[in-house]
């Protein structure tokens, strides 16, 4: 399985925009972005997913190079709820797998 | 709109017996995953169904690990005998299909095997 690498952790202040990377740089031509989210002692949680064109919905945005070996999750506005850990996963979508492969994410604080 | 229904929440039991771990998926949605989730190897897919068919067990860690899906509306994770190894928080997800659609996650069974 491809593999997507992420920092450990990253901050914010409230109301201000965040961007989260995420780099995938072995990504195939099928493979789907997937991009979920963990608050504390929840499950994860769908935010948003691409393959090759800019998506948004009413969560975030994800900003997908033109490469594909990178890719850029966006919180217009951070709010203390969006603290979480934020994982980056690669979705194989040429073979019948339902698969996702959850790495070790990005850890996100918001500051009030 | 009822999300995914996991039962019980907290289960803490002795070393040797049996637990019993139950998932109600959303209704309509034909995959179901079991997934564990540790301190140490983060969240790991164990299993999952589609329609109803376990598809793939390769993560399942050992025989005394067992998943049944006995309907669309059911499916059940078992461990017999339990070890304090097995402690974690197991998580079941449900989507409407096997490939790119978003999966929807329970909030977990906390598992404390003594």
């Known amino acids: 399985d491809a593999k997507t690498t992420q920092p450990n952790s990253m901050e914010s202040n409230e109301e201000e925009p965040v961007h989260l990377p995420c780099n995938h740089s072995t990504i195939s031509g099928t493979d789907y972005i997937h991009w979920y989210r963990q608050l504390p002692s929840q499950g994860p949680e769908y935010v948003i997913h691409g393959l090759t064109s800019n998506v948004n919905n009413r969560m975030a945005s994800l900003a997908i190079a033109e490469d594909r070996k990178s890719s850029t999750l966006i919180l217009h506005r951070a709010t203390l709820r969006d603290a979480a850990v934020y994982y980056c996963?690669?979705?194989?979508?040429?073979?019948?797998?339902?698969?996702?492969?959850f790495g070790q994410g990005t850890t996100l604080q918001v500051k009030p | 709109d009822a999300g995914v229904i996991q039962s019980p929440r907290h289960e803490v039991t002795e070393m040797g017996q049996e637990v019993t771990l139950r998932c109600k998926p959303i209704?309509?949605?034909?995959?179901l995953f079991w997934y564990r989730q540790t301190m140490m190897r983060g969240l790991e897919l164990l299993i999952y169904?589609?329609?109803?068919?376990?598809?793939?067990d390769s993560g399942m860690p050992e025989d005394r690990f067992s998943a049944k899906m006995p309907n669309a509306s059911f499916s059940t994770l078992k461990i017999q005998p339990s070890e304090p190894r097995d402690s974690a928080v197991y998580f079941c997800?449900?989507?409407?299909?096997?490939?790119?659609?978003?999966?929807?996650f329970g909030d977990g069974t906390r598992l404390s095997i003594l």
């Open positions: 169904f589609n329609n109803n068919v376990p598809i793939d």
């Open positions: 997800a449900s989507s409407l299909s096997w490939d790119n659609q978003p999966q929807h």
């Open positions: 996963i690669l979705r194989v979508g040429s073979s019948n797998t339902g698969k996702l492969i």
């Open positions: 209704s309509g949605h034909n995959s």
